[in-house]
């Protein structure tokens, strides 16, 4: 079955080959268009105090403006009658809010992810409505808000595992292709011992010992993570650090650092750069799976796991499971064709 990237026309000469990969990742129509798709709506998760938030943007009172977002304000700045933070959900302020010529401008959801409404109509959870478009939780908690924070904590989360583990697993792999000899020998040893260690169990142990943070599950899960990596790295140290350019390089005088990073790192890096959207989508599935078990976040924090997990406990609501299967599923789908396009734009045989 052909591919994008192979139907394309011809490629100009005289391109260089970063040139070349750009102009096939392009070609590659799925890939480019997943990774735009993918990049609007991490962006627009970046900004979501911005499109969920229960406190507006901008509020204009008796001539002045109120800027909720950046500063707390008390009921009594705004004609109520107590010193306690402002509920803009509350009708009596709101109508005050709203009358004469005062105004204000709310977010397009009006909801935080912790924002809990004590006068709704139905039991949670309730299923949508008007006023939440994708219903609650089991504890009044606007879903739709949830997903757009669970969203970016699960993206974010996935890229700083990502950077971590990579520059681990680089660095690893490096040593031991480049070295050789007894350091290559004791690095596979050790990394045969370390791999064998049972992880989960492990993440078991931490939780019941440690407060759990998402600073903790990084560090857990990136001091396992790298270790595919570093196996492709040592691969392509080894073949490369007998080339002619290597010892061209040596002969000069350049030193080791040198040739590992300057010369060697950069020819290396292919598998490193078609991994790296896969091992993104596995670190949003494994915070996830763990975020479902109990192990992950603590729970006050918004998640895809903890929403899955209600979605268990509430079979009856359907809408806590599909938001949250729809929102995965179409993350790690847009992953893996960026994957794949890179895989097809590092392969020199297409041109």
Do not use: C
């Not at 729809?326 to 734009?345: D, S």
């Amino acid at each position: 079955m052909s591919t994008p990237a192979a139907d394309a026309a011809p490629l100009p000469a005289g391109l260089s080959p970063r040139a070349r990969a750009w102009r096939r990742f392009r070609a590659n129509r799925r890939g480019w268009w997943s990774l735009w798709i993918f990049g609007v709506l991490f962006g627009l998760s970046l900004g979501a105090e911005l499109l969920s938030n229960d406190r507006p943007l901008l509020v204009h009172y008796e001539g002045a403006y109120y800027f909720p977002l950046l500063k707390t304000y008390p009921e009594t700045a705004f004609g109520g009658d107590f010193d306690t933070e402002a509920d803009y959900h509350d009708p009596y302020l709101r109508e005050r809010l709203a009358g004469g010529d005062n105004w204000l401008l709310d977010p397009p959801n009006p909801y935080r992810y912790d924002t809990i409404r004590l006068d709704g109509q139905r039991a949670n959870p309730a299923p949508p409505s008007a006023q939440h478009l994708l219903g609650t939780d089991d504890r009044g908690r606007d879903v739709l808000a949830r997903l757009i924070y669970g969203f970016r904590l699960s993206v974010l989360f996935a890229l700083a595992l990502t950077v971590v583990g990579t520059a681990l697993g680089v660095l690893a792999g490096a040593l031991q292709g480049y070295l050789g000899g007894r350091t290559d020998l004791l690095g596979q040893r050790l990394i045969e011992i370390w791999s064998s260690l049972p992880e989960l169990y492990l993440l078991i142990i931490f939780a019941s010992l440690f407060n759990p943070s998402v600073w903790l599950l990084l560090a857990l899960l990136a001091a396992f993570g790298w270790m595919g990596l570093a196996d492709y790295v040592r691969a392509e140290f080894l073949r490369g650090r007998n080339l002619d350019y290597v010892r061209a390089a040596r002969a000069l005088g350049a030193g080791n650092r040198t040739i590992m990073f300057r010369h060697l790192l950069p020819n290396s890096l292919t598998p490193v750069l078609t991994f790296l959207p896969f091992r993104i989508s596995g670190a949003i599935v494994a915070l996830t799976s763990l975020d479902f078990l109990g192990l992950g976040v603590p729970p006050e924090t918004p998640s895809l796991g903890e929403l899955l997990a209600q979605g268990k406990e509430n079979l009856s609501a359907w809408w806590l499971s599909a938001g949250t299967f729809v929102v995965l599923v179409g993350t790690l789908l847009l992953l893996i064709f960026i994957g794949e396009a890179l895989r097809e734009a590092a392969d020199t045989r297409r041109g």
